[in-house]
């Protein structure tokens, strides 16, 4: 009998290690922890502001803007109505309140999209613009999400004129207890602003359009108590 090749010997070797990492969780050793849904655990820490307010200040603007919006105003985000199906966080720019953002969960995803409105509350024709995320970045204390942009919004810049937003990305970053940023990036177009979550400040006046005040969170019905026998 010729004795096997060492080839063979190899291989099964590598079968046999193979099938004892298989094996490893009925060696009596702990499985791992299973890793919590990124897209549902950063919609969880975001809701966990609701209801407070907090001063930002732009740290990025380029290219720069002779007539810049942001300029010597106050920069408010408002995390104003958090439910299961979305949180909207007006965006204020001082006496301006048209910037709604309003994130939701899709799934793995999250959306983040745009509501733009007038003082009567009517809906910009540029309006509802976002994307769903294609990245998520999470760890114990910090999360950060990009949103590029979507078919339906690449498709309502081009109506409107704006081709070269067909290509924004937009990133939400979160570090708790911190900062919270929104920043969009293009080729050629950078927007960064930075909020101190570590002083919340007085709530704003509702954006244009929303009710007053915010409609309260629908609370979870309980089911009705079983009769004991008697």
């Not at 929303?210 to 609370?219: E, G, L, N, T």
Request: net charge positive; aromatic share 8%; hydrophobic share 35%.
């Amino acid at each position: 009998m010729n004795p096997p090749s060492p080839r063979l010997i190899a291989l099964f070797c590598v079968v046999l290690a193979t099938s004892a990492c298989s094996l490893w969780p009925f060696r009596g050793e702990p499985a791992p922890e299973p890793v919590a849904d990124d897209a549902h655990e950063l919609f969880r820490r975001l809701s966990a502001l609701c209801g407070k307010a907090y001063l930002g200040r732009v740290v990025a603007d380029i290219p720069e803007n002779a007539a810049d919006p942001y300029s010597g105003r106050a920069l408010v985000m408002h995390v104003r109505e958090c439910d299961k199906q979305e949180i909207r966080i007006p965006f204020h720019v001082g006496s301006d309140r048209s910037r709604t953002w309003v994130l939701s969960p899709r799934g793995h995803q999250l959306r983040l999209k745009h509501d733009h409105r007038h003082a009567d509350g009517a809906a910009d024709p540029l309006s509802h613009y976002g994307g769903d995320s294609a990245q998520i970045a999470i760890s114990a204390d910090s999360a950060e999400a990009q949103f590029p942009a979507d078919a339906d919004s690449r498709s309502l810049f081009r109506r409107m004129g704006r081709p070269e937003a067909a290509q924004n990305v937009w990133t939400i970053e979160l570090d708790s207890g911190r900062r919270f940023v929104y920043k969009l990036a293009r080729p050629g177009r950078l927007f960064r602003v930075e909020f101190d979550l570590t002083r919340p400040i007085a709530t704003p006046p509702p954006p244009w359009g929303a009710s007053d005040p915010p409609p309260a969170p629908a609370k979870p019905k309980r089911a009705p108590r079983a009769k004991k026998p008697r």
